[in-house]
């Protein structure tokens, strides 16, 4: 709305300047012949009065008095002249200006004109000529001064020019005549010369009254017609004719002298005719300007108060419109859709209300549109939130499922391991086993980017090193796995299997990512603010931008893609980050790969004391929270296992003081470097004291021990001797166990 205002204020502007200048043009006139135009007149009758008083000085070679006043008088209206063109200043245009100076110019000569004729260098005809010269500057002055922008008054003024000039014409005439009359001869060059004035004359009468209205040109028919005029133009005939003065001077001197007085008499009220008019051309044209420029204005403004008010009217129905929209396009549609995609209940012909503004139908048309995006995009989000729910739904069942099976595979693979006595065979067991295993943890990556929990949970805290036991013996390649020194802490057990997945994951992506032969280091530290698990590679590493893309993701998680399975398991991780607020960050390792810091809370952190040589193994409790959508129910048996077992299960004896693996792999042994010992030193068997040779014996009776042998030198077993040792040691262990279930069953 503001260019159209600014537009019509624009050309009201150009069309006021227009009719504005015209009517200054007037005035501008009117001043300039108050100024320059008076004193140019008495100036031009001055210099004729002295050109012909310098003609018959010429002619008589004397200098009278009368000639010096006259010089005296025009050496005045030269000031006065002077003055008023200074006056006039900015007044006058620069065609004018021009003119000015140059009339200027001519009049600094006038000394020079008048020495020439005191000392008697200059010829009548010349003298006569140079101050013809000067004259004709003036009236190139006049000129310039009627250029009027209104049309009549500048033909007026045109004519009025041509009718002063034709009485200049006169008034050389009869200044060359008053000298010739003297000495009664004229030269044939003073007799061409007045010959051209007479001819300009009569030109400058016809075409002056022809462009003259009716009023101004009856005073000029009048002269023309009077004997005075008839008489100057029968002598003027007669010295044309015969090239010679006319005998009588008298006679000649009275009508040149009464002629040119009445044409002034005329040319000067003429003249203030058309001042006149020009002024009240000019004050009509101002109060047209007035009118029509006060009108102007008046439309302008009020043009301008209306569109203002109706423009904040609209600003504010827009204003209003704007913030409702973004209302609903920055808090309400984006809370809802947060809403659907945690899965909370939604009542959406509650949530869809319509956008409440007022205003024009435009307005409310647009309203009503965004009401339509409005429900069709709560709509969609509806739909692809039930569309997830049921996928995530679909995708918990099948994992629930394929858990419950994986149950029952281990359970099957246990009674098997404890059957099978042959070593190739229950290591094919074994590898089974752990393969089952790792088939369990990816279904519960499922359960965990569906939004549902695992189900494997503990009452009591669970040590950290069998958290990391456990992680490790769910990844394929657990013989690179080195670990370190891990302080004595625990976790609580709600979060124990959460952070077992957790820490699987980096490690098996440190596995995965790093050369074949590279050892990958996992260690522990208790920091202030809580327990921090370090995961070390020595894989290639990733750029900084990749570290920054990932750092984020695993800070803020945004919605799974089902699209993007290429990180599932970077999913996984953030998932469980932000479900138990650990903080998972990844970094460039100084070996050149990649260190992946988990840091626990304090909050879910326990004090644990530390393992001496005597105490039973730390083991993950042989009971779990877990069921599956399936067949069967997860049993979770699975535990970190004593002295470095991965992911073995245990269970209580009935006194609750120690624990005894249920089964033990001997792959174990090549995973991790620490851990507890597996029963005590010495003491009782299953409650039986142990016998000691000659313990009850005399002293004198006992018998000198033997000399105690040389050590023989130690030989390193081979992998077959130590795998026939530690089947031999799990069947004997095994044995016990079952005889010691059935002493206790009994």
Not at 18 to 31: I, P
Not at 307 to 328: K, M, Q, T, W, Y
């Amino acid at each position: 709305m503001l260019l159209p205002l600014l537009s019509l204020s624009a050309l009201w502007g150009f069309v006021l300047n227009l009719t504005v200048g015209d009517g200054q043009a007037l005035l501008r006139a009117n001043t300039i012949y108050q100024t320059v135009g008076v004193t140019s007149t008495e100036l031009g009758l001055q210099l004729q009065e002295e050109r012909a008083r310098s003609a018959v000085a010429i002619t008589t070679r004397q200098l009278t008095e009368d000639l010096g006043a006259q010089r005296t008088r025009t050496d005045q209206a030269v000031a006065t002249f002077k003055r008023a063109s200074a006056e006039a200043g900015d007044t006058a245009d620069g065609t004018l200006r021009a003119s000015v100076r140059a009339l200027e110019r001519e009049l600094d000569r006038l000394g020079a004109i008048r020495s020439d004729i005191d000392n008697g260098r200059s010829s009548r005809l010349a003298a006569l000529n140079s101050y013809n010269h000067v004259l004709d500057a003036l009236f190139r002055v006049y000129d310039q001064m009627v250029s009027l922008p209104d049309l009549a008054i500048f033909q007026q003024a045109a004519a009025m020019q041509a009718m002063g000039n034709a009485r200049e014409v006169i008034a050389r005439e009869h200044a060359l005549i008053s000298g010739a009359l003297i000495d009664q001869e004229l030269t044939e060059a003073e007799a061409a010369a007045f010959t051209e004035y007479a001819a300009t004359r009569a030109f400058l009468h016809t075409r002056g009254t022809a462009g003259l209205d009716l009023a101004l040109r009856r005073p000029y028919e009048k002269v023309f017609a009077g004997p005075t005029f008839r008489s100057f133009v029968l002598m003027e005939a007669r010295i044309v004719a015969t090239g010679a003065p006319p005998p009588d001077a008298d006679a000649w001197n009275a009508a040149a002298g009464q002629v040119m007085k009445q044409l002034d008499r005329i040319g000067l009220s003429a003249t203030q005719e058309v001042a006149d008019r020009t002024t009240d051309a000019a004050v009509a044209i101002m109060g047209r300007i007035a009118v029509a420029g006060g009108i102007g204005l008046i439309a302008v403004l009020a043009s301008i108060v209306i569109s203002v008010r109706f423009g904040r009217r609209l600003g504010a129905e827009l204003a209003g419109l704007r913030s409702a929209a973004l209302d609903l396009s920055e808090r309400r549609l984006p809370l809802l859709v947060e809403r659907l995609r945690r899965g909370e209940d939604v009542n959406v012909k509650k949530e869809l209300k319509p956008l409440k503004v007022s205003g024009s139908a435009e307005i409310t048309d647009v309203a009503r549109a965004f009401g339509s995006v409005q429900r069709t995009a709560v709509q969609a989000a509806v739909g692809q939130a039930e569309l997830r729910r049921g996928v995530g739904q679909v995708f918990v069942n099948l994992a629930r499922r394929k858990q419950g099976l994986l149950h029952r595979q281990l359970r099957l693979l246990d009674r098997m391991q404890r059957r099978t006595h042959d070593p190739d065979r229950l290591e094919e067991l074994f590898r089974l086993d752990h393969l089952t295993t790792r088939m369990r943890r990816h279904a519960e990556s499922l359960i965990i980017l569906s939004g549902a929990e695992p189900g494997r949970a503990w009452r009591k805290p669970v040590p950290v090193i069998d958290i990391v036991r456990a992680a490790i013996a769910e990844v394929e390649d657990y013989t690179r796995i080195t670990v370190e020194a891990v302080p004595p802490g625990a976790v609580d057990g709600t979060v124990a299997a959460d952070l077992t997945h957790l820490v699987a994951e980096l490690v098996e992506n440190a596995a995965i990512y790093s050369p074949p032969d590279a050892p990958v280091q996992v260690r522990g530290d208790m920091v202030s603010n809580g327990y921090a698990i370090e995961v070390d590679d020595r894989g290639l590493g990733l750029s900084e931008a990749e570290y920054g893309a990932y750092n984020t993701l695993l800070a803020n998680p945004p919605e799974f893609d089902l699209a993007d399975s290429d990180r599932l398991g970077l999913f996984v991780v953030a998932t469980l980050a932000r479900r138990h607020g650990v903080n998972v960050l990844l970094r460039r390792s100084p070996f050149g790969g990649t260190t992946a810091i988990v840091l626990v809370p304090r909050r879910l952190v326990t004090e644990q004391p530390a393992l001496t040589s005597g105490d039973a193994a730390p083991a993950l409790p042989g009971r779990t929270r877990a069921t599956a959508d399936g067949d069967e129910g997860g049993d979770g048996e699975r535990r970190a296992g004593a002295a470095a077992e991965p992911a073995a299960r245990t269970r209580k004896e009935g006194d609750g003081v120690s624990a005894l693996p249920t089964r033990t792999r001997k792959k174990a042994l090549a995973v991790l470097s620490g851990g507890a010992g597996g029963g005590a030193s010495g003491g009782t068997h299953a409650g039986l004291p142990t016998r000691v040779r000659q313990a009850n014996l005399a002293p004198q009776l006992r018998a000198e021990p033997p000399p105690e042998p040389e050590p023989e030198e130690k030989t390193e077993r081979s992998p077959d001797e130590v795998r026939d040792l530690f089947s031999a040691f799990q069947r004997g262990t095994q044995r016990a166990r079952e005889e010691a279930q059935e002493e206790g069953e009994a």
